[in-house]
């Protein structure tokens, strides 16, 4: 039998016959699934998940696999060589092993409803059909190498490449002076209210995490509910559940990187023996598994590929030839991920069971902040961060030594309640400091938050006041150039130069993409930035790194310049650079440059995979905010002006009433180039607007393309 939704749950507004299961739409083509039981849900998930999200998750899934240049041709490569070496597919098949079987079991019906639409004929798509390509059936594991698809370069050890190549070329004490206070590409803002600061009288908790722009979208809004529980949130396309964010009406939860350190890099020695491959360990030479796996490539020669992993972990780069580095992580080392915590959330109905269930998460480490509707509001940190020696937290350490070793035994996260405010926005104060991490965001953005929270003209708090944060502008690293700019003499520079360098200092500091000003700053900013990276005291690094392709991002000294550009504005003259002079060259070359706004610089930049004759359905759109700002639609200075990085969902959870709450994504609910809810929610994302949480079924209409029964004599 059918039940009706708790009627104990906020915003769960029925009259009425109950709806039946299945799958329902809002105005936006959000999917709300409704099931008799958590698996059964589960499978009409992964029916959603295929038919709405069809060519992405099977994208992932060829990630995860290794299988891109397979699928697409020779451009995937360098992904799959990291994929096959770093062992995704295997760790995703131990932790799925290791899961407790009420987990196992759902997984698994997640997964049979994803077979179960290949099996009715509703996976195809344009981009299969442009492509030449076809989906394939899944196997339990699948979601959970989806998800570590998402998250393996989602930590620091990339950064620690980059670090060894200062330290080589430049030396070690060079590294400090790149410090950005945070890894390139992490970011996000989460903040939350009590009750007795807002004007319902219960919590509110908001935020926005920022990723890759990714076209279709990397979050998708569901609502999921059966007799168990009902709860809306933001999924992984490809995976069961509500991970990051998610409200039961009883609980909601959002979460943002704690920029913690948990993965280690080390320098292995490797020599072949006649037993094989071995390692020199703190013991002495140990034997290593190796093995040769082949790469197929659409359109070329198939790659053979040595994959070998030590005691620490698999190799991810180098090999017998010297500059072998092992990638040691706690989700391989303890077999698990954290799916073990996915259904005691959708469960929840207490901030206690909210963090009881993250107790069982592994990686990546989150920062989370929890609330309830009797008022408690908690902020934690989730997550295994390993006990060992600090330098394991700055460059690749060496294998063999002792002191580097792990010794199984973690660090406890710290854990507070809040009785006002809370903001998490990647900043130290957030992360937990020198104990779990050594880079966090610049405190820019959880300073300006706050600020905004505790403004008079604020109080008491409602769902408007938590939307406009949102879209705040003001650039907080301003005040870093504005002190450069005036410790230079007006009096010698161009005069052009000087009438800049005014303009920049009377500019009121918003982002806006309406503001010249803004585009002037911009402008000059970007000279600033290539200034100081060629300047020859950073030549060295411009040469050769020795490490894949798919680590440039991380390796790209104007992109480190830029993200680094205020700590070498205070110690550069450590490397011989005098900021003052590059400043004032900047001025001189930036006045001589076109007028722009900067929405007409800063522009939407999605990253997709679509095949040729699909990009032209690649939309854009004049974006406000940048790197720094709340808005944090970031750019690259000195390398990209237009934005391929920010907010990739934006919500609201209040905590009185549900109904109440909002959301949004930047493109839309649909995957499908050719479907009207493709990017229906740009407009309203690019201007600060979001979508009302819909959780009255009366106002839903049901999808009847979609089946909800499995298939005639098969279960999951």
């Known amino acids: 039998m059918t039940k009706t939704p708790d009627p104990a749950v906020p915003g769960n507004h029925t009259s009425g016959n109950a709806p039946g299961a299945g799958t329902y739409r809002d105005a936006w083509g959000i999917p709300h699934l409704r099931a008799d039981s958590a698996d059964q849900l589960a499978r009409l998930q992964g029916v959603n998940a295929a038919t709405d999200r069809s060519w992405q998750i099977e994208l992932e899934r060829w990630r995860s696999e290794g299988r891109t240049a397979e699928m697409l041709g020779a451009d995937g490569l360098p992904w799959d060589r990291f994929s096959r070496q770093c062992r995704l597919d295997d760790t995703a098949r131990r932790c799925f092993a290791a899961l407790d079987a009420d987990t196992q079991r759902w997984c698994t019906s997640f997964v049979a409803g994803i077979n179960q639409a290949l099996e009715a004929g509703v996976r195809g798509g344009p981009e299969f059909e442009e492509s030449g390509t076809a989906p394939a059936r899944w196997n339990p594991w699948t979601p959970l190498g989806v998800f570590l698809v998402q998250h393996i370069l989602f930590s620091t050890f990339p950064n620690k490449l980059f670090r060894a190549h200062v330290a080589r070329t430049l030396g070690p004490d060079a590294v400090d002076l790149f410090s950005i206070e945070a890894p390139v590409f992490s970011g996000s803002n989460a903040w939350a209210a009590h009750g007795s600061a807002t004007a319902g009288g219960s919590p509110l908790i908001a935020g926005d995490p920022h990723r890759l722009l990714e076209l279709p979208g990397v979050y998708q809004q569901v609502h999921l509910s059966c007799p168990e529980f009902d709860a809306v949130g933001f999924a992984f396309p490809g995976v069961p559940g509500l991970p990051h964010f998610g409200h039961t009406g009883h609980t909601a939860w959002a979460i943002t990187n704690a920029m913690a350190d948990y993965q280690d890099l080390f320098e292995e020695e490797l020599r072949r023996s006649e037993d094989g491959i071995q390692a020199r360990g703190p013991l002495g030479w140990e034997s290593a598994v190796a093995g040769v796996e082949m790469i197929l490539v659409r359109g070329g020669e198939s790659e053979d590929v040595e994959v070998i992993e030590t005691t620490r972990g698999p190799v991810i780069a180098g090999g017998l030839n ?65 006990e060992r020696n600090h330098e394991n937290r700055r460059v690749p350490v060496p294998a063999a030594s002792p002191e580097h070793a792990w010794d199984g035994s973690y660090v406890r996260l710290p854990r507070t309640g809040v009785d006002r405010f809370e903001v998490s926005a990647n900043d130290r104060e957030a992360g937990g400091g020198d104990a779990v991490g050594m880079e966090f965001a610049p405190a820019h953005r959880a300073r300006r938050i706050r600020e905004l929270l505790e403004a008079p003209e604020a109080a008491p708090l409602t769902v408007d006041a938590m939307q406009a944060i949102h879209s705040d502008t003001l650039l907080g690293s301003l005040p870093a150039f504005r002190a450069l700019l005036k410790s230079l003499d007006a009096g010698v520079l161009p005069p052009a130069a000087a009438r800049l360098r005014s303009r920049i200092l009377e500019w009121d500091g918003h982002m806006s993409s309406d503001s010249p000003d803004a585009g002037a700053f911009a402008a000059w900013r970007s000279a600033l930035v290539h200034g100081i990276a060629r300047h020859p005291a950073l030549e060295p690094l411009a040469g050769a790194h020795g490490y894949a392709p798919l680590f440039g991002p991380w390796l790209s000294v104007a992109s480190r310049v830029g993200f680094a550009v205020e700590t070498l504005l205070l110690r550069g003259t450590e490397l011989g650079i005098d900021p003052a002079v590059e400043a004032a060259a900047a001025l001189a070359e930036a006045s001589a440059g076109s007028e722009q706004k900067w929405g007409e610089r800063h522009t939407l930049l999605a990253v997709h995979e679509l095949p040729d004759r699909l990009a032209s359905r690649v939309p854009t759109a004049a974006l406000s905010g940048d790197t720094g700002c709340v808005l944090s639609t970031e750019s690259l200075p000195g390398v990209e002006d237009r934005s391929f990085r920010g907010p990739v969902a934006r919500y609201v959870w209040d905590l009185a009433d549900r109904a109440n709450s909002r959301w949004v994504v930047p493109f839309g609910a649909d995957g499908n180039p050719e479907s009207p809810h493709f990017s229906d929610q740009l407009p309203l994302w690019a201007a600060g607007g979001l979508v009302p949480v819909i959780t009255d079924w009366n106002l839903l209409v049901k999808d009847p393309s979609l089946a909800t029964e499995p298939p005639s004599g098969r279960t999951p």
């Open 322 to 386: 010297g500059g072998a580095l092992s990638l040691r992580m706690p989700a391989r080392v303890e077999r698990r991920l954290g799916f073990d915590a996915l259904l005691p959330l959708l469960r929840s109905r207490r901030v206690d069971e909210v963090e009881t269930a993250l107790q069982r998460w592994v990686e990546p480490v989150n920062s989370v902040l929890a609330a309830d509707t009797e008022g408690t509001v908690r902020h934690f940190l989730a997550g295994l961060v390993p």
